[in-house]
């Protein structure tokens, strides 16, 4: 990382750090309407000047002043509040945006009520009485509400902009999370020192061996630190992966295991979350076929069925004997992989495990299907 | 020396006793490619020192020494990479090997298995395995048992046993409306039941707390434990306390 990048990070952690402070928010906060309200003051002091140059300055100081203070101190939390409670997702955004139409009018009206009891108390101070409107109450109230819509809109927009960046960024941070857990995984420590065990093996009894499988351990190693940064590549590259594994695993737990691996050609170039066959490739080994002794078999198929990629790993193991959560939980290898579908695709994605009629352990993965 | 080599892997396996053909005073008796083989190979031939992998599906090396009773041969972990076991290897093992290792690290390593052997420490070693098992697994009793029976060797889970009782050298299983045998003194395998799940009634007899449907007063402060299957066992006032407590 450049230098220039690292500071300008460094500038976003203090930051981050000051308006971390509660008090200190609050302080930046207020002055902010401050300022919004000594903006309109200004305004306002002109207009009332340019019809009568001996305005004084404190009746529209207290009118912007008021009006600013009710809004940011008191309504903008209470907006926030019911913003982040009326979602706007499929089949609430209506119901979500009708009760913001309707809730402007309580809006306006607390305002009003806010600032009309400020400006009275001030006019009073000063020996004066304050009336709102003139005598025609209704017209500034419709005056009032038409600025209130405005404002009203600005406040909620603001807040789900925010919470749709917030929502984004922590996306990423969980995506990355788990894209990092992924390319450990794969580089698992287990699997490179009983590798190279293995190759160490390999040497007293067949050089030309031995060479071959660092020629394909390093394959893999760099195939995986190519593809474990992005978080989706063409399934074909991550066969090619799985095949550099599977030559290594056949090379340390003998070559009796089948393995069958069948892809649609139109699945060679769908797109699929980097590195994501391996680890189901590998529980297939470790909880399924390492414990049968004879005829082991693994099936790795991969197939496009109505817009779906469909992967499938299926071994002739005893099959599962945990329910879901259990091989969900931490340590089985499979939990990554399902927070990495999660990250990725959200609802538009199943991970199902099923034990299959004539025995063995199935692991299903259903993804849409997007060409490469 | 008698070795029995235990891994998952067959090339590990083959490195392994390459190495140790080269050595005058060792005969490898066996090999095993998983946890279970291993304890029922350990069982049967009895070798002074078994080269033990962690890591293997069904049964890791610790579960295979769990089930063991009686004598246990002095063990060698051979594991890859696993920070929690090298951390109570350090403490309690006799000594490990990180794989991948070289002719010098095997030297070392038998040289210490030599020494062990000539001092034969047992129960001290007994001890320290125990200790190391409980460290490394995070339980400090046993999950199951090995059994032969009708000479098949059979793994028990310890929550199915009902009752055991102590025959002489032997101790009786009870399981269901099966009994087996093992050779073990009851006191030895009571260090080893976790004392939430089982208690002693009777000089002779230890049962599943699961299993206890009720207690009967008896004779002069004797009492009887009834078993939810209807087994009568007297319990003798000396171990009152171990029921009342739980």
């Known amino acids: 990382m450049g230098t220039g990048a690292q500071s300008e990070m460094d500038g976003r952690v203090r930051f981050d750090e000051l308006i971390a402070n509660r008090g200190l928010r609050w302080v930046l906060y207020t002055a902010a309407w401050t300022i919004i309200g000594l903006v309109n003051f200004g305004s306002a002091l002109l207009g009332m000047r340019r019809v009568s140059p001996d305005f004084p300055a404190w009746p529209p100081l207290t009118w912007e002043l008021s009006s600013a203070y009710v809004i940011g101190l008191g309504l903008v939390p209470l907006l926030v509040w019911v913003t982040h409670r009326l979602e706007f997702r499929r089949g609430t955004w209506l119901g979500s945006l009708i009760a913001h139409f309707l809730l402007t009018v309580p809006f306006s009206l607390l305002h009003v009520a806010g600032m009309v009891t400020i400006r009275k108390a001030v006019y009073w101070l000063h020996g004066l009485s304050y009336n709102f409107g003139n005598g025609n109450l209704l017209r500034e109230l419709l005056f009032e509400y038409y600025k209130d819509i405005q404002t009203y809109w600005i406040i909620v927009l603001v807040t789900l902009g925010f919470e749709y960046y917030n929502r984004y960024r922590e996306r990423g941070q969980r995506l990355a999370e788990a894209q990092l857990q992924n390319l450990r995984d794969q580089l698992n420590p287990h699997f490179l020192f009983n590798t190279l065990n293995m190759i160490s093996s390999k040497m007293y009894e067949d050089v030309g061996q031995a060479d071959v499988m660092i020629t394909r351990l390093s394959d893999l190693l760099r195939l995986t630190l190519r593809t474990s940064s992005q978080p989706e590549v063409p399934l074909q590259t991550d066969l090619e992966a799985l095949d550099l594994y599977l030559d290594i695993m056949k090379a340390r737990f003998a070559d009796e295991i089948r393995i069958e691996v069948n892809v649609d050609p139109s699945a060679r170039d769908a797109l699929a979350p980097s590195l994501i066959l391996q680890p189901l490739v590998e529980n297939a080994f470790r909880h399924g076929v390492a414990q049968i002794t004879e005829g082991a078999q693994i099936r790795i198929g991969a197939a496009v069925n109505d817009h779906t990629l469909v992967l499938r790993v299926s071994d002739n193991g005893p099959g599962f004997e945990a329910p879901r959560e259990n091989l969900l939980s931490r340590g089985f290898g499979l939990s990554n992989t399902a927070s990495r579908l999660q990250q990725l695709y959200g609802d538009r994605h199943s991970l199902e495990f099923t034990n299959c009629p004539e025995g063995g352990a199935e692991v299903v993965i259903q993804i849409p299907y997007r060409s490469a | ?246």
């Open chain 2, 1 to 246: 020396m008698r070795v029995l080599v235990v891994d998952d892997e067959p090339p590990a396996r083959r490195k392994l006793m390459n190495f140790l053909r080269e050595e005058r005073d060792v005969e490898i008796v066996g090999e095993a490619g998983n946890g279970a083989k291993a304890a029922a190979l350990i069982e049967e031939l009895e070798p002074d020192v078994v080269f033990l992998d962690v890591q293997m599906p069904g049964m890791t090396g610790f579960e295979v020494l769990e089930t063991l009773g009686g004598r246990v041969p002095l063990i060698v972990f051979v594991t890859a990479y696993d920070q929690y076991a090298v951390k109570a290897f350090e403490v309690h093992a006799l000594d490990y090997l990180l794989k991948p290792f070289d002719r010098d690290r095997l030297q070392t390593c038998l040289s210490r298995v030599r020494d062990q052997i000539s001092r034969s420490a047992g129960a001290d070693l007994q001890a320290r395995m125990q200790k190391l098992i409980a460290e490394a697994t995070g339980r400090a009793y046993a999950t199951r048992l090995m059994v032969k029976h009708h000479g098949r060797v059979v793994f028990l889970q310890i929550r199915d046993v009902d009752w055991i009782k102590a025959l002489a050298n032997y101790v009786e299983l009870h399981v269901g409306a099966q009994t087996y045998m093992i050779r073990e003194t009851l006191n030895s395998l009571e260090s080893r039941l976790d004392p939430d799940l089982f208690a002693r009634v009777h000089r002779s007899v230890i049962v599943n707390l699961d299993r206890i449907k009720e207690l009967q007063p008896w004779s002069h402060n004797d009492y009887l434990v009834i078993l939810k299957d209807g087994t009568e066992i007297r319990m003798s006032r000396r171990y009152h306390r171990n029921l009342k407590d739980g």
